[in-house]
């Protein structure tokens, strides 16, 4: 009896914390949640939620990554910037816009407090979670872009490219659709089991309906480097790769079967793009425009280094880059200067250290695996550095990494403990 009733509270604790990190930032884009609650933002949602998980641990973690380290000194950092701001501006400002693009440095540190909490066991099964409601998610934002379901309200536009028109929607995306997409592509290079390549494939057609060319670009090139760095570690064959790539066009035809106008969309798309980085126009030059306006503020200010607090930089009525997310840099230099965006980068540099390390130092297949895909990950959010959240928006991505390394450093103090015991290694034998 005792046993259910354990077996029950470690259930109730995942689904509180998957709910946390995972569906509460999923539903606050779909226009499920009524208003009064949506208006707080997912971030304090999520805080909300993770409260309880904190003052159920009876025993707090010793952590000595340094990543962990680097979170709390820019927790430390932002608290600090988000007081001083409340003093000059008054709580309500300051909180507005604190809630936008920089509160999610908070939930991610309690997030990573709980997981750090966590056996082998319950985090296989939290992973697996994520990896089943992501996939459900995707079906549902599939079955909306297309038309079959009419389940979300939001923000809907029309795109155009010469004379191909789409509708994009910006509903109902799953967060954490790229770390699980290359969990799955991993899985399917060491396995070898076609599910893993279907539940890729689903996520890729769901990029490929969002009609977001930062997506899509990540997508390609983490694909590209994981089965590059599969292939440098010997996890691939020749013909294996071969097969991969008849995979790959069949799948393009079977898109272009089933999507032909979006498939000419794309193609017209990614010319477009290529002019426009080229010629320095378009939505590229106006982010660029962005990130200069915010270097010229902070300049003028005199404030390079701590930023000006968490204000708008334009009235009322007006665009503001701190509330928006076209580009998330220039809120974070604005608001907390290069002290803010060196602390919030330097986590994400120490995540990928660990990563580099594993992927040397990894004695069996799964964890240099789980190596590729933080390196792969990591280097596209480098490459799409305009567009990338992954120093604003810590569950997303870099979450679901640090619960793999976890992993990693479990099963590796397990089997160092069962050679140091035994003589040998029984825990592979």
């Known amino acids: 009896m005792q046993r259910v009733i354990r077996q029950s509270e470690l259930d109730w604790k995942n689904w509180l914390f998957v709910i946390a990190v995972n569906i509460i930032p999923f539903l606050s884009t779909t226009g499920l949640l009524p208003s009064s609650i949506r208006m707080l933002g997912s971030n304090v949602l999520a805080i909300v939620l993770l409260i309880p998980l904190l003052l159920s641990i009876k025993r707090w973690p010793k952590v000595k990554q340094l990543y962990f380290f680097l979170s709390v000194v820019t927790l430390i950092y932002v608290i600090y910037k988000f007081v001083t701001s409340c003093f000059v501006l008054g709580f309500y400002e300051a909180f507005t816009n604190f809630r936008y693009n920089?509160?999610?440095?908070?939930?991610?540190?309690?997030?990573?407090?709980?997981?750090?909490?966590?056996?082998?066991?319950?985090?296989?099964?939290?992973?697996?979670?994520?990896v089943v409601l992501t996939l459900i998610e995707a079906a549902l934002f599939i079955a909306h872009a297309v038309g079959i379901l009419n389940l979300y309200t939001g923000l809907v536009t029309t795109m155009a490219e010469s004379s191909i028109k789409v509708t994009r929607i910006y509903m109902g995306y799953p967060p954490m659709l790229i770390t699980v997409y290359a969990i799955l592509v991993m899985l399917y290079v060491l396995t070898r089991r076609r599910n893993y390549l279907y539940m890729a494939a689903v996520l890729l057609i769901t990029v490929f309906v969002s009609y977001t060319r930062s997506n899509l670009g990540e997508i390609l090139i983490i694909t590209f480097l994981l089965l590059l760095l599969a292939a440098v570690k010997s996890f691939l064959k020749l013909t294996f790769?071969?097969?991969?790539?008849?995979?790959?066009?069949?799948?393009?035809?079977?898109?272009?079967?089933?999507?032909?106008?979006?498939?000419?969309?794309?193609?017209r798309r990614i010319n477009t793009t290529r002019n426009e980085i080229r010629d320095e126009e378009g939505t590229y030059a106006f982010r660029d425009k962005l990130i200069e306006i915010a270097f010229y503020q902070i300049s003028v200010e005199q404030c390079e280094?701590?930023?000006?607090?968490?204000?708008?930089?334009?009235?009322?009525?007006?665009?503001?880059?701190?509330?928006?997310?076209?580009?998330?840099?220039?809120?974070?230099?604005?608001?907390?200067?290069?002290?803010?965006?060196?602390?919030?980068v330097s986590i994400v540099i120490a995540v990928f250290i660990v990563g580099i390390k594993m992927f040397f130092r990894g004695?069996?297949?799964?964890?240099?695996?789980?190596s590729c895909v933080i390196f792969a990950i990591l280097v596209a959010q480098c490459i799409n550095y305009m567009q990338t959240v992954v120093y604003v928006k810590y569950l997303n991505i870099l979450l679901p990494l640090i619960m793999l390394i976890r992993l990693y450093k479990i099963e590796n103090y397990e089997r160092n403990y069962?050679?140091?015991?035994?003589?040998?290694?029984?825990?592979?034998?």
């Open 418 to 429: 069962s050679i140091n015991q035994n003589g040998y290694d029984s825990h592979w034998s």
């Open 363 to 370: 004695r069996t297949k799964v964890f240099i695996a789980i």
């Open 305 to 344: 280094w701590q930023g000006l607090g968490y204000q708008r930089d334009s009235r009322k009525g007006e665009y503001s880059f701190v509330q928006g997310g076209d580009t998330l840099i220039p809120p974070i230099i604005y608001c907390e200067g290069w002290l803010g965006m060196i602390l919030r």
């Open 241 to 267: 790769l071969f097969k991969l790539l008849i995979a790959g066009l069949a799948f393009l035809t079977f898109i272009y079967i089933l999507f032909p106008s979006s498939f000419s969309f794309w193609e």
């Open 102 to 130: 920089f509160l999610g440095i908070i939930s991610f540190f309690m997030a990573l407090i709980y997981v750090h909490t966590l056996s082998k066991e319950r985090l296989v099964k939290v992973l697996r979670l994520i």
